[in-house]
Nanobody
């Protein structure tokens, strides 16, 4: 199982980035998905999560309407659109897959598969 994350980079504060995740096989069609981030010296925290069908989403409190998680099961892609980026959004971002359920999966320890991470750096 592979979850290939891409789209990270360096952006100025106020800018936008779109992260993408392309899980191998039928992972996307059969799992809940999520994005997490981990900044240096800090714990990994949930950024956004989406249930298997895309009908229900969850966002971390710090997102405050700036990010949008979406999935296209036919195209096998998971995206995270990030707008109004702040320096404190600087972190390595990971996509992950969890057992299928009606509601988004929130706890990191409930995710079974993880991508390798993509670095997002926001300059002030």
């Amino acid at each position: 199982v592979q979850l290939q994350a891409s789209g990270g980079g360096l952006v100025q504060a106020g800018g936008s980035l779109t992260l993408s995740c392309a899980p191998s096989g039928r992972i996307l069609q059969t799992h809940n998905m999520g994005w997490f981030r981990q900044a240096p010296g800090k714990e990994r925290v949930i950024v956004a999560a989406i249930n298997w069908s895309g009908s229900s989403t969850y966002y971390g409190g710090f997102v405050k309407g700036r990010f949008t998680i979406s999935r296209d099961n036919a195209k096998k892609t998971l995206d995270l659109q990030m707008n109004s980026l702040k320096p404190e959004d600087t972190a390595v971002y990971y996509c992950a897959a969890a057992e299928i359920s009606l509601e988004p999966t929130l706890a990191a320890n409930e995710y079974d598969y993880w991508g390798q991470g993509t670095q997002v750096t926001v300059s002030s």
